[in-house]
């Protein structure tokens, strides 16, 4: 098939990419001629692990490429994806006003039958409002169709190409039989594809991320519950997720959840809810305990330094709002190192693959390391806010000898307590009887 994906972020570089990759041709579209120059070039434009050798083995083979020019890019395209920003507004709604420009764009130049496909995460009623806009500017036969992603960040690729599921919302057959082609490479192994309305596909991804964001913040809870109780997160954590209807997933605690989905999708859900009549109690308490979580560390750390924190030296590993991506949106990191340097503290930092977008974030408020031990030098204390792998098995030894404090506040239980006893550190975690040395 040829298809036309509109916008190469996250979403979009991932879904060409990988549709070019079962024999699709593909035109990627987006308005900024830097990174379609980049692109074209072979330059990937987002760190994702997987991603790149698929990605060059498409553009040398020539069925992924790369355009600022809409028309050239949806000309000869049957499906045309819109995989485009929908950032939130003030009042945590979805600012649609890149999804409809670009609606308004594409039915001032289509003269045929088209299929439009909403892979944005986009509020119920979504379809509707991109369907007129394009009816508008044009009289052809169309059909707007919602097919959200549910992509992991560092997973992509696996998720896109063996996915759980696929959720199609259309109420046409003809577009219906489109899409199942297209993803039928995807689901040979049986997984499902879905079908459904268009609204109930769009709340449906909505629906996902606020149901695992609430599993996340339910964890936290329980975890200064076990705090205050005297019980042990990891136990319960454990005894609960081996029950089925629970799962395993998403029962870690942590300084909560950050990156580009959960917080702008759950806000999202409630502002819709809000507009609909109705009061979301349980995700408003979601994003408050959240909001909370984040800098949970930081009183322990006033506590253990009594007499201030002004021009103490705190080194941070993780900067990423999780593993395997370079994305600091949202991170958790963030908030903490915001509050510790309202405190006078000195930060140096080191994360993997984030450092760049942290760079830009914080310009010279922070200093950044070459690499784990770098960070740690000298520093008063460790903050562990991002749980990649190279940080679960460092050379302890190395540590002791040159960390000028043997202190470690592990914001995602990345090591066993008694473990750190046994080393001499002075240890805090999340929701776990830490066994306190130094």
Known sequence: MKIAVIGTGYVGLVTGTCFAETGNTVTCVDIDSAKVKKLSGGEITIYEPGLEKLFLRN???GRLRFTTDLGEG?????????????????????????????????????????IIVDKSTVPVGTAEKVRNVIAHHCQCELDVVSNPEFLREGLAVEDFMKPDRVVIGTSSDKAKKVLNDLYAPFVRQGNPVIFMDERSAELTKYAANSFLATKI?????????????????????????????????????????GGSCFPKDVHALVNSAGEAGYK??????????????????????????????????????????????????????????????KEGVTITAFDPEAMNNAKKYYGDKIQFASNQY??????????????????????????????????IFDGRNVYEPNHMRELGFYYESIGRKNPLSS
């Open 59 to 61: 553009l040398r083979e």
């Open 217 to 257: 913040s339910f964890m936290n809870e329980i975890a200064i519950l076990c705090e205050k109780m005297g019980a042990d997160v990891d136990m319960v954590r454990r005894g609960i997720g081996s029950d089925e209807r629970i799962g395993k997933r998403f029962l870690f605690p942590g300084i909560g959840y």
């Open 280 to 341: 979301f109690k349980i995700l408003e308490a979601v994003m408050d305990v959240n909001e909370k979580q984040k800098t949970s560390l930081i009183p322990r750390i006033k506590k253990y330094f009594n007499t201030g924190l002004k021009n103490k030296n705190i080194a941070v590993w993780g900067l990423a709002f999780k593993p395997n991506t370079d994305d600091i949106r949202e991170a958790p990191a963030l908030y903490v190192i915001d509050e510790l340097l």
């Open 74 to 114: 949806i000309k000869e395209s049957l499906l045309i994806f819109l995989a485009l920003p929908t950032p939130p507004g003030e009042d945590g709604s979805a600012d649609l006003s890149a999804v409809l420009k670009v609606a308004e764009g594409i039915g001032r130049i289509i003269k045929e039958y088209k």
């Open 374 to 407: 770098d960070a740690i030098k000298d520093c008063d204390a460790l903050l562990i806010a991002t749980e990649w792998s190279e940080f679960r098995t460092p050379d302890f030894d190395k540590m002791n000898s040159i960390m000028k404090s043997k202190v």
